[in-house]
Every structure is written in C-alpha cells, then in structure tokens.
C-alpha cells in the first residue's frame, strides 16, 4: 500500500516568512494530493490539492508542488499569519487516501 | 444541508465492552471510510468503503468491524475495547475513492479505561 512521509514534524516560523512542508510517496499509481489543515479539537479540513497531471497549484498565500518523477510534493505558506498556526497534514490517493504523521506549524508574532 | 454526522462525539468504555460509533452522510456520496487519529501517528485507515454492500480492510483494521447497508450510513464497531483503542476516530465520505475531496465528520473521542 502507499507510504506517506512528512517532514519536518514540527515547524516554527516568523509571523511574514514563509513555511514549506515536504512529503514524498512510495505509490506510483497515486493520482490526487490533498494538504490538510487541522486545528486543535477540530476535524481536518482541505486547504488545496493537486493532481497527477498538474505540477504545482497557487490559491492566494498558499502553494502546493509536485513532482512525480522523484514522488515528492510540498505546501508552500507565504506571509504566514498567527492564524496558519495549526496540523497541517499531506495525503496521497492509490485508491484509498493515505496521509502523512502531520506537521505543527507555530507562527510566532 | 448536514455533511458528514458522527455520533457520539465523547464516549468512555471499559476493557472488553462494545460500541458502535454512527457515521451518516447525505451528500450521495459513493465512498465512505474511518480513520483513527493518535497524537505523531497523522490518520490511519481502519476501513472503507466504495459503495452499500462493499467493505474493504485499511492500514489498522484489527479489533473493527463494519457494514454499509446503505449509502448514508457507515457504522464502525467495536467488538472488544481495549485501551490501544483509545483514541479520535474520524469517519469521511467522498463522491467517489478516484481522487475527489473528502470530507469529515467533527470527530469521536473515545477513551478506553
């Protein structure tokens, strides 16, 4: 089955600077990569997406890119704000969804 | 217009009792599926399904039964508690497994004493 790795775990960033959160996949096959973003006590919720066709995706601060040839995706967060302080999490789909163990971001006023 | 409704939202078993936690949809949606989510561990895959009668095993199946007897409902059981299964169970649905967005419930929290 896929296997979803995700780094760094935790993050720690300047509240303006940028953050990027890298995952690679083992599943050739997978065709659809969704970025999560979870706050404390709350479900995931979908922030941006790519897919296999595409190679990278902008939705205003937010960007995600992807290469299949190496299977490695990353979420781009520019002009960090306190209020991307959250989880955010990295999948890939080979049919069912598999995510990666999650990245705590802190935005530091 | 719902989403995705889980029940109960907090819950505390003993060792060795069963449980069922609820999970409907109403959006139609074709694929539905459960996740646990344990702290540095993301969202694990204990089952799924693509359609009413089909049912497949995910990553962390053992100790978890289910069924979809209808395209709204998708029950998860638990046969025999025990505290490894402590944890935030999230049930999720999507129009269909092909790479469509999935959305969750609010969660299940559920502790195992």
């Known amino acids: 089955g896929e296997n979803v790795e995700q780094h760094p775990s935790t993050l720690s960033v300047q509240e303006g600077d940028s953050a990027v959160i890298k995952c690679t996949y083992s599943?050739?096959?997978?065709?659809?990569f969704p970025w999560y973003k979870q706050e404390l006590g709350k479900r995931p919720q979908l922030i941006i997406d790519?897919?296999?066709?595409?190679g990278e995706k902008k939705d205003q601060r937010i960007a995600v890119t992807l290469n299949k040839t190496a299977k490695h995706f990353s979420l781009h967060i520019t002009e960090t704000q306190p209020e991307d302080s959250a989880v955010y999490f990295c999948a890939a789909n080979d049919y069912k969804l598999s995510f990666g163990a999650g990245t705590t971001v802190t935005v530091r006023a | 217009n719902a989403g995705v409704t889980q029940t109960p939202k907090f819950q505390v078993l003993k060792t060795g009792q069963s449980m069922t936690l609820q999970c409907a949809q109403d959006?139609?949606?074709?694929?539905m599926s459960w996740y646990r989510q344990d702290p540095g561990m993301g969202l694990r895959l204990i089952h799924y399904s693509v359609g009413a009668g089909i049912t497949d095993q995910g990553e962390v199946p053992n100790g978890y039964n289910v069924s979809r007897s209808t395209t709204e409902d998708f029950p998860l059981r638990l046969l025999s508690a025990a505290p490894s299964q402590t944890s935030v169970y999230f049930c999720a649905s999507s129009p269909d497994a092909a790479g469509n967005t999935i959305y969750f419930g609010e969660g299940s929290w559920l502790t195992v004493v």
């Open positions: 599943d050739s096959a997978s065709n659809y």
């Open positions: 790519i897919r296999s066709n595409v």
């Open positions: 959006m139609n949606h074709e694929y």
